[in-house]
């Protein structure tokens, strides 16, 4: 019987916390000349940025079944992560759609 006693990652709420959300390419086969994080990295609430670049610079691998989530100068695939917002509040990082 369905009693709507389900824990999802959504419920947790924990001190300190902060969200992330990934920007993805609406093209398939694109090539990035350049991403301007500025506004994104002054708007209230946000605390970082990442882009491909960041994670093979820092070393930091690639998602499990997101091969192209490191993409650098190229997006591969329709859907490709671009960039990483992480911020305070959901909303703050939502807002960042380029």
């Given at each position: 019987?369905?009693?709507?006693?389900?824990?999802?990652?959504?419920?947790?709420?924990?001190?300190?916390?902060?969200?992330?959300?990934?920007?993805?390419?609406?093209?398939?086969?694109?090539?990035?000349?350049?991403?301007?994080?500025?506004?994104?990295?002054?708007?209230?609430?946000?605390?970082?940025?990442?882009?491909?670049?960041?994670?093979?610079?820092?070393?930091?691998?690639?998602?499990?079944?997101?091969?192209?989530?490191?993409a650098t100068r190229r997006l591969?695939?329709r859907a490709c992560p671009q960039?990483?917002?992480?911020?305070g509040s959901a909303m703050s990082?939502?807002?960042?759609?380029?």
């Amino acid at each position: 019987m369905l009693r709507g006693r389900g824990c999802f990652v959504d419920d947790i709420n924990l001190p300190g916390q902060a969200y992330a959300v990934l920007v993805r390419s609406p093209h398939a086969n694109a090539h990035i000349r350049s991403i301007n994080l500025e506004p994104a990295l002054q708007s209230p609430g946000v605390l970082a940025v990442y882009t491909g670049d960041d994670v093979a610079r820092d070393g930091l691998g690639t998602m499990k079944d997101q091969p192209a989530a490191q993409a650098t100068r190229r997006l591969p695939v329709r859907a490709c992560p671009q960039t990483m917002t992480a911020a305070g509040s959901a909303m703050s990082a939502t807002r960042w759609r380029w």
